[in-house]
């Protein structure tokens, strides 16, 4: 089954710097890649994903890039702000839609004053 | 976005007893997905509700510990088995809206 790998667990930046986190999948299969934002006790949101027939995608602060051939893909952030402060997910699925996602370990993002 | 809620929104149990956890979604969908997140960790999907079938079980999780029912197009049940302080976790249902998995708010469920 598909591995998803995450890196780094915890980040911390200062306001107004980039923030990156990286994944990268092992099923050569999988072609739909969503980032999640989950903030303290509530649900996973969606932020931004990519479909394998592209290689990068963006919006407003939030970006993703993805190489098919090295199997990675990373979510950049822009002018970070404390509200982006959460828990980001990487994700992975070989249905072309949503179902059956196979989640990342998850990175903790701090954004400093 | 799809609007799901969830009851109960948080249980306290008792090992050896199971728990029923509903989640109604405001328009009809083909599949439903229930994914547990074990305290501070990712999201693993359990198993994928298909109305008018039996459930499809992730490697890991069988029918057994986590009975699922699909009734009709907008609602699922999960039931957690004899459960265990293992158990603790919260667990979300999920569907697809245009695409995108959305998540219901979820249920904290902690096992004594």
């Known amino acids: 089954g598909e591995n998803v790998e995450q890196h780094p667990s915890t980040l911390s930046v200062q306001e107004g710097d980039s923030a990156v986190i990286k994944c990268t999948y092992s099923?050569?299969?999988?072609?739909?890649f969503p980032w999640y934002k989950q903030e303290l006790g509530k649900r996973p949101q969606l932020i931004i994903d990519?479909?394998?027939?592209?290689g990068e995608k963006k919006d407003q602060r939030i970006a993703v890039t993805l190489n098919k051939t090295a199997k990675h893909f990373s979510l950049h952030i822009t002018e970070t702000q404390p509200e982006d402060s959460a828990v980001y997910f990487c994700a992975a699925g070989d249905t072309g839609t949503a179902s059956k996602l196979t989640f990342g370990t998850g990175t903790r993002l701090q954004v400093t004053l | 976005s799809a609007v799901i809620s969830q009851k109960p929104s948080r249980d306290i149990c008792q090992r050896g007893t199971s728990l029923t956890i509903q989640c109604q979604v405001d328009s009809q969908v083909t599949m439903m997905f229930w994914y547990r997140q074990q305290p501070g960790q990712s999201l693993t999907l359990i198993a994928t509700a298909n109305q008018g079938s039996e459930a499809t079980y992730e490697s890991g999780f069988v029918i057994d510990k986590f009975p699922i029912s699909r009734p009709n197009l907008t609602f699922s049940t999960l039931t957690v088995s004899n459960m265990s302080p293992e158990d603790s976790s919260i667990y979300l249902c999920?569907?697809?809206?245009?695409?995108?998995?959305?998540f219901g708010p979820g249920t904290r469920l902690t096992v004594l």
């Open positions: 099923d050569s299969a999988s072609n739909y």
């Open positions: 990519i479909r394998s027939n592209v």
């Open positions: 999920s569907v697809i809206r245009l695409g995108q998995a959305v």
